[in-house]
């Protein structure tokens, strides 16, 4: 099988199955790509879009072709030269009914074999399903809930659920829908129906952050990691699958212990881990090959934003929105309303951990409201996704305890009492009891999420001065990096990660990215691009942030020809606003909030069909930035990662947007003269390099400045390789690109 060159995403499920990928097979040997890098197989919700949400591990979805539509495409990957790398979720599974665990679980609650593979708190009583469309005893009185026998036994029908009952046979007054003998039958239940607004702090369960219909696994058991990991050792076991990616590993009780079983079942299997590093954060010492490669892509758009040209686009957003807060201030108030708005839940059970943590200590004397603001305070000062206060002692574990003693000291300072803050910082550090212990982990759970939700999914809406810098990975404090300080981190990779521009859960593809990232080197064109946009009609009816916003997504998405843009931009706009949780949220949206800024964006997408000069002038940088972005994502330290259709130009937003169709055959003809043909030409050229100078990817990268831009250069045995980056002037010839002439993106390929 091939070394790892280069992996491919693709998007499993709404038409992509393991035939048409099979038939996608050639055409990736040809692009250069050594691995097929697969969205989880495994049997999901009925018409899942992504297959996250897993009903049965043991099998792979029929869905997709099966068992053996798997073992087809191995088989004719196999024939390529290309390998398999599948997505696992061993974090969670879905929360539905179509879920066979679950529903022996609803069944025979806690006798049930599978109830305690599912991280419920038993303690709490029976297990709240919040699906209702409305209260309980609202539905029942209405006569919308009544008992009748199933399939499989009998259940409890309200609307289309049909939620299993314990085995016993029905009365006649149960199944006639008398409101006694059904309130009677639903209290005898090892769980219980409820409106859905109660998952906001009423549920049971560990969610996926807050994502209800997900429920966590308790995969530090050894039985449950066995039965749910079962096919997938097989897989590796076979060598139908030659790596894995692990996903959401930060949600994990303990995520080292469990990279370290999954190694040692599945020995020899390459490991990688969806891991957001924050700062300066290194991996923890796993044994995993790296992370999925955000922190690369990060990396790359710091490296190629201009400085000034940032000073100058902040000056010109802050005029233009009067936005005067630092990004710190913006997360951290995201942060607050967050875990007390859409994770209070989460909130809610640390509370209780805490008090009984404390109660076993002896140590405080502390009541609820105490000690839930101190969980809140001090999730709010932590600065990463997640500590590791479980791993072995250890420069890591040290690491953390400062990180976490640290946040303490800031989260002090807005106490009125900070007694029961350095109690709870000290059991969650020294762990004397089972409580703590359990305080600890689920506290370190909840860190990841509330980062993810803060920022990925708050912040990012909000602080908009560049969205090129709103992305996973990044951090819009730290934006602009000299060659010097791309040099340095480069220095410190292993070149075993993944480098990703582009992914299922980027906010903007890297194309699109690469348009906002120009705004930063002409600043004064956007400035004009701004006037123009504000005098379109409707303009003025939007706020100036809003109106900022969608400036910069029309000009992320736009592309010549496409007829969609107008109610892509719209789509994303609700979506953008409704993250925000500003004027309007998921729960409960405000429509005429969000108008205003929906109309803007059709209008703006229709009038500017032909886009004007300044939009012209700022895309065809953003193309030169994407060539320079596609060249180092190659050449940096690492295995180059392609979001499927990445060989082309990608300008979507985020999902939905970024999981549309992929028309391949348009991309292996592209018109010549744009970006299409470029970006193929390019990764073809380079990939080829990687496969026949492998040697040379390991060499040294040394990365320099130079007059008017700066250049990356490796050499090794085989030859010498060195991109140059000159944005003034009339740019560089290179051997390699650009095929004629000069260019601000330059290669030179001299072989030995």
């Given at each position: 099988?091939?070394?790892?060159r280069?992996t491919?995403r693709?998007?499993?499920r709404?038409?992509?199955?393991f035939?048409r990928a099979?038939?996608?097979?050639p055409?990736l040997?040809a692009?250069g790509?050594?691995h097929l890098?697969?969205?989880p197989?495994?049997?999901?919700?009925?018409g899942s879009t992504h297959?996250y949400?897993?009903?049965?591990p043991?099998?792979?979805?029929?869905a997709?072709?099966g068992?053996?539509g798997?073992?087809?495409?191995?088989?004719?990957?196999r024939?390529?030269g290309?390998?398999?790398?599948?997505?696992?979720?061993?974090n969670?599974?879905?929360f539905?009914l179509?879920?066979?665990w679950?529903?022996?679980?609803?069944?025979?609650?806690e006798?049930s074999?599978w109830?305690?593979?599912?991280?419920?708190?038993?303690?709490k009583?029976?297990l709240?399903?919040?699906?209702?469309p409305d209260p309980f005893?609202?539905m029942?009185?209405?006569?919308a809930?009544?008992?009748?026998?199933?399939e499989?036994g009998p259940?409890?029908?309200?609307g289309?659920l049909?939620?299993?009952?314990?085995?016993?046979p029905l009365?006649?007054?149960?199944?006639?829908?008398?409101p006694?003998?059904i309130r009677?039958?639903h209290a005898r239940?090892p769980?219980?129906l409820?409106?859905?607004?109660?998952e906001?702090?009423?549920?049971?369960?560990r969610?996926f952050?807050n994502i209800t219909?997900?429920?966590?696994?308790?995969v530090?058991e050894?039985q449950v990691?066995?039965?749910t990991h079962?096919?997938i050792?097989?897989?590796?076991?076979?060598g139908i699958?030659?790596g894995?990616r692990?996903?959401h590993?930060d949600?994990?009780?303990?995520?080292?212990?469990?990279?370290?079983?999954?190694?040692?079942?599945?020995p020899?299997?390459p490991v990688w881990?969806e891991?957001i590093?924050?700062g300066?954060?290194a991996?923890p010492p796993w044994?995993?090959e790296?992370?999925t490669?955000?922190?690369?892509?990060?990396?790359?758009?710091r490296?190629?934003?201009d400085?000034?040209g940032l000073?100058r686009?902040?000056?010109?957003?802050?005029d233009a929105t009067?936005?005067?807060?630092?990004?710190?201030a913006?997360l951290?108030e995201?942060k607050?309303?967050v875990?007390?708005?859409?994770l209070?839940a989460?909130?809610?059970?640390?509370?209780?951990l805490?008090l009984?943590?404390a109660?076993?200590?002896g140590?405080?004397?502390?009541g609820?409201?105490?000690?839930r603001?101190?969980?809140?305070?001090?999730l709010?000062e932590i600065?990463?996704?997640r500590?590791?206060l479980e791993a072995?002692?250890g420069?890591?574990?040290?690491?953390d305890?400062?990180?976490?003693e640290?946040?303490a000291?800031?989260?002090a300072?807005?106490?009125?009492?900070?007694?029961?803050?350095?109690?709870?910082?000290r059991?969650?550090?020294?762990?004397?009891t089972?409580?703590?212990?359990?305080l600890a982990?689920?506290?370190?759970?909840?860190?990841?999420a509330l980062?993810?939700?803060?920022?990925?999914?708050?912040a990012?809406?909000?602080f908009?001065?560049c969205?090129?810098h709103?992305?996973?990975?990044?951090?819009p404090s730290?934006?602009a990096w000299?060659?010097a300080?791309?040099?340095?981190?480069a220095?410190s990779r292993t070149?075993?990660?993944l480098?990703l521009?582009?992914s299922?859960?980027?906010?903007?593809?890297e194309?699109?990215?690469m348009?906002?990232?120009?705004m930063?080197?002409?600043?004064e064109?956007?400035a004009a691009?701004w006037?123009?946009?504000?005098?379109l009609?409707?303009?003025?009816e939007?706020?100036?942030?809003q109106?900022?916003?969608?400036?910069?997504?029309?000009?992320?998405?736009?592309?010549?020809?496409?007829?969609d843009?107008?109610?892509r931009?719209?789509?994303?706009?609700?979506?953008?606003?409704?993250e925000?949780?500003?004027?309007?949220s998921?729960?409960?949206?405000?429509?005429a909030a969000?108008?205003p800024a929906?109309a803007?964006?059709r209008t703006?997408a229709?009038?500017?069909?032909e886009?004007?000069?300044?939009?012209?002038?700022?895309i065809?940088?953003?193309?030169?930035l994407s060539?320079?972005?596609?060249?180092l994502k190659?050449?940096?330290?690492?295995?180059?990662?392609?979001y499927?259709?990445?060989?082309?130009?990608?300008?979507h937003?985020t999902d939905?947007?970024?999981?549309?169709?992929?028309?391949f055959e348009?991309?292996?003809?592209?018109?010549?003269g744009?970006l299409?043909?470029?970006?193929?030409?390019?990764?073809r050229?380079?990939?080829r390099l990687?496969?026949?100078?492998?040697g040379l990817f390991?060499?040294?990268?040394?990365?320099?400045a130079?007059p008017?831009?700066?250049?990356?250069?490796?050499?090794?045995p085989e030859?010498?390789?060195?991109?140059?980056?000159?944005?003034e002037?009339?740019g560089?010839?290179?051997s390699?690109?650009?095929p004629e002439?000069?260019?601000?993106?330059?290669?030179?390929?001299?072989a030995a």
């Amino acid at each position: 099988m091939s070394a790892w060159r280069a992996t491919y995403r693709l998007q499993l499920r709404e038409g992509m199955t393991f035939d048409r990928a099979a038939a996608l097979l050639p055409r990736l040997k040809a692009l250069g790509i050594s691995h097929l890098y697969l969205s989880p197989i495994f049997t999901a919700v009925t018409g899942s879009t992504h297959g996250y949400d897993v009903t049965d591990p043991t099998a792979i979805d029929p869905a997709l072709g099966g068992r053996e539509g798997l073992e087809r495409l191995a088989a004719a990957a196999r024939a390529q030269g290309i390998g398999l790398l599948l997505d696992i979720v061993p974090n969670h599974m879905a929360f539905h009914l179509d879920n066979p665990w679950l529903r022996d679980v609803l069944r025979h609650g806690e006798r049930s074999r599978w109830a305690r593979h599912f991280d419920i708190d038993w303690t709490k009583g029976r297990l709240v399903l919040p699906f209702l469309p409305d209260p309980f005893e609202t539905m029942l009185e209405a006569g919308a809930i009544r008992a009748a026998d199933g399939e499989d036994g009998p259940e409890l029908r309200a609307g289309d659920l049909a939620v299993p009952l314990t085995p016993h046979p029905l009365t006649e007054a149960e199944r006639a829908g008398d409101p006694e003998a059904i309130r009677a039958l639903h209290a005898r239940q090892p769980w219980r129906l409820a409106h859905w607004e109660l998952e906001r702090d009423g549920i049971t369960h560990r969610r996926f952050f807050n994502i209800t219909g997900l429920i966590g696994m308790r995969v530090e058991e050894e039985q449950v990691f066995e039965d749910t990991h079962a096919l997938i050792l097989d897989l590796v076991e076979k060598g139908i699958v030659q790596g894995l990616r692990v996903d959401h590993v930060d949600g994990l009780a303990d995520p080292g212990a469990y990279l370290a079983r999954l190694a040692r079942r599945a020995p020899g299997c390459p490991v990688w881990v969806e891991k957001i590093l924050v700062g300066d954060e290194a991996l923890p010492p796993w044994p995993v090959e790296g992370t999925t490669g955000y922190e690369a892509g990060a990396a790359i758009v710091r490296a190629l934003t201009d400085g000034p040209g940032l000073a100058r686009l902040d000056a010109l957003w802050r005029d233009a929105t009067g936005e005067d807060r630092p990004w710190e201030a913006v997360l951290a108030e995201a942060k607050g309303q967050v875990i007390r708005q859409v994770l209070s839940a989460e909130l809610a059970q640390l509370k209780d951990l805490a008090l009984a943590a404390a109660a076993a200590s002896g140590e405080v004397e502390a009541g609820e409201e105490a000690l839930r603001e101190a969980v809140l305070a001090l999730l709010i000062e932590i600065p990463r996704y997640r500590t590791y206060l479980e791993a072995p002692e250890g420069p890591r574990r040290a690491e953390d305890r400062a990180l976490l003693e640290a946040a303490a000291e800031r989260a002090a300072e807005g106490l009125v009492s900070d007694r029961a803050l350095r109690w709870l910082v000290r059991a969650m550090i020294e762990v004397g009891t089972e409580a703590a212990r359990a305080l600890a982990i689920r506290f370190q759970q909840v860190s990841g999420a509330l980062m993810a939700k803060s920022q990925e999914d708050t912040a990012f809406y909000r602080f908009t001065r560049c969205l090129a810098h709103c992305e996973v990975g990044a951090e819009p404090s730290d934006c602009a990096w000299t060659p010097a300080r791309l040099a340095e981190w480069a220095a410190s990779r292993t070149g075993r990660d993944l480098l990703l521009t582009s992914s299922h859960d980027t906010k903007r593809a890297e194309d699109a990215r690469m348009r906002l990232v120009a705004m930063t080197h002409l600043p004064e064109v956007f400035a004009a691009l701004w006037e123009a946009a504000s005098d379109l009609p409707g303009a003025g009816e939007v706020d100036p942030a809003q109106r900022w916003y969608v400036l910069q997504s029309w000009l992320a998405i736009h592309e010549d020809g496409r007829g969609d843009i107008g109610d892509r931009l719209a789509a994303h706009m609700e979506k953008a606003l409704r993250e925000a949780r500003e004027v309007t949220s998921w729960t409960h949206p405000r429509e005429a909030a969000e108008q205003p800024a929906q109309a803007f964006a059709r209008t703006l997408a229709a009038a500017w069909h032909e886009p004007p000069d300044t939009a012209r002038t700022l895309i065809e940088r953003g193309d030169q930035l994407s060539l320079a972005q596609l060249a180092l994502k190659i050449l940096l330290p690492g295995i180059p990662d392609f979001y499927q259709g990445a060989e082309g130009p990608l300008h979507h937003l985020t999902d939905p947007d970024n999981r549309l169709p992929v028309d391949f055959e348009a991309l292996d003809a592209p018109p010549e003269g744009g970006l299409a043909a470029a970006k193929l030409r390019l990764t073809r050229a380079l990939l080829r390099l990687r496969s026949e100078a492998p040697g040379l990817f390991g060499a040294p990268l040394r990365i320099e400045a130079m007059p008017g831009g700066w250049r990356a250069l490796r050499e090794g045995p085989e030859g010498r390789l060195m991109l140059t980056l000159s944005w003034e002037g009339g740019g560089t010839a290179g051997s390699l690109w650009p095929p004629e002439g000069k260019g601000p993106v330059a290669i030179d390929w001299q072989a030995a």
